[in-house]
């Protein structure tokens, strides 16, 4: 019979790898856009921008696994600064040594269903929920730009959690179990492969700060729903 707690445990690991895969196309176009921290950014040199990000949104189902995510964070993030002039600034982030933030997880509901019945005509489903508040470093890579003349900045960070989450889960079948999974998250203005980046104002080029919905139109189109985010970011020497 199908829909047995290893099966169950598999089609975890199975969402748990597409969650890990879900931005390989996104940290592709950032590398591609040329988007490396350089050793300047590194040494700290030209300042930092520091703060924090929160991020709601949903994860949608891949084809063929019917199911979804709903999540919420609170990242602590420090992007360096790779260039800066009397025009323009722009900070990039590459992890490689160490992570660059970490983010609170405060939600991360999933509920998920086998594609097709088991033998007996049923459909194995599962939910889970995070057993805990939980707060996890994260390796990140993206950029942000900040135009001092139009007094606007835009940005894409991807992150991805370097320890698992705790989940509480219950199989339609099995009964309750608990397993751990790794989780990725992101924010930004537009996706990074969406040009040009969509720019968003701000009032003091030492803080950017700013609450935005980005609605997923190019490669996590179907992939995400519609992203809450809101950031408090402030230039650090």
């Not at 040329?34 to 030209?46: C, E, M, N, R």
């Not at 983010?103 to 049923?122: C, H, P, Y």
């Not at 606007?152 to 991807?158: D, K, L, N, V």
């Given at each position: 019979?199908?829909?047995?707690?290893?099966?169950?445990?598999?089609?975890?690991?199975?969402?748990?790898?597409?969650?890990?895969?879900?931005?390989?196309?996104?940290?592709?176009?950032?590398?591609?856009?040329?988007?490396?921290?350089?050793?300047?950014?590194?040494?700290?040199?030209l300042?930092?921008?520091?703060?924090?990000?929160?991020?709601?949104?949903?994860?949608?189902?891949?084809?063929?696994?019917?199911?979804?995510?709903?999540?919420?964070?609170?990242?602590?993030?420090?992007?360096?600064?790779?260039?800066?002039?009397?025009?323009?600034?722009?900070?990039?982030?590459?992890?490689?040594?160490?992570?660059?933030?970490?983010?609170?997880?405060?939600?991360?509901?999933?509920?998920?269903?086998?594609?097709?019945?088991?033998?007996?005509?049923?459909?194995?489903?599962?939910?889970?929920?995070?057993?805990?508040?939980?707060?996890?470093?994260?390796?990140?890579?993206?950029?942000?730009?900040?135009?001092?003349?139009k007094?606007?900045?835009?940005?894409?960070?991807?992150?991805?959690s370097?320890k698992?989450?705790?989940?509480?889960?219950?199989?339609?079948?099995?009964?309750?179990?608990?397993?751990?999974?790794?989780?990725?998250?992101?924010?930004?203005?537009?996706?990074?492969?969406?040009?040009?980046?969509?720019?968003?104002?701000?009032?003091?080029?030492?803080?950017?700060?700013?609450?935005?919905?980005?609605?997923?139109?190019?490669?996590?189109?179907?992939?995400?729903?519609?992203v809450?985010?809101?950031?408090?970011?402030?230039?650090?020497?």
């Amino acid at each position: 019979m199908r829909g047995t707690l290893r099966q169950l445990r598999q089609a975890g690991n199975d969402w748990q790898r597409r969650a890990l895969h879900a931005l390989a196309p996104t940290f592709l176009a950032l590398a591609c856009a040329g988007i490396a921290g350089s050793a300047q950014a590194q040494d700290g040199k030209l300042g930092a921008y520091t703060g924090t990000v929160t991020i709601s949104g949903t994860e949608l189902s891949a084809a063929g696994n019917p199911g979804k995510v709903d999540f919420r964070a609170t990242v602590k993030i420090t992007l360096p600064l790779t260039s800066r002039s009397d025009t323009s600034a722009m900070a990039e982030l590459s992890d490689i040594d160490k992570p660059s933030a970490s983010a609170e997880i405060t939600q991360w509901d999933l509920a998920g269903r086998n594609a097709s019945a088991d033998s007996d005509g049923k459909i194995t489903s599962w939910t889970c929920a995070l057993a805990a508040p939980t707060t996890i470093p994260m390796n990140g890579q993206g950029t942000l730009n900040v135009d001092y003349r139009k007094k606007t900045h835009s940005m894409f960070i991807a992150l991805v959690s370097l320890k698992p989450i705790p989940l509480r889960c219950v199989n339609s079948r099995s009964g309750a179990y608990r397993q751990t999974r790794t989780v990725s998250l992101f924010f930004g203005t537009s996706e990074p492969d969406v040009l040009p980046w969509k720019e968003l104002p701000f009032a003091d080029p030492a803080r950017l700060s700013a609450k935005y919905r980005l609605v997923p139109v190019s490669q996590m189109k179907g992939r995400y729903a519609p992203v809450e985010m809101a950031w408090d970011l402030q230039l650090t020497r």
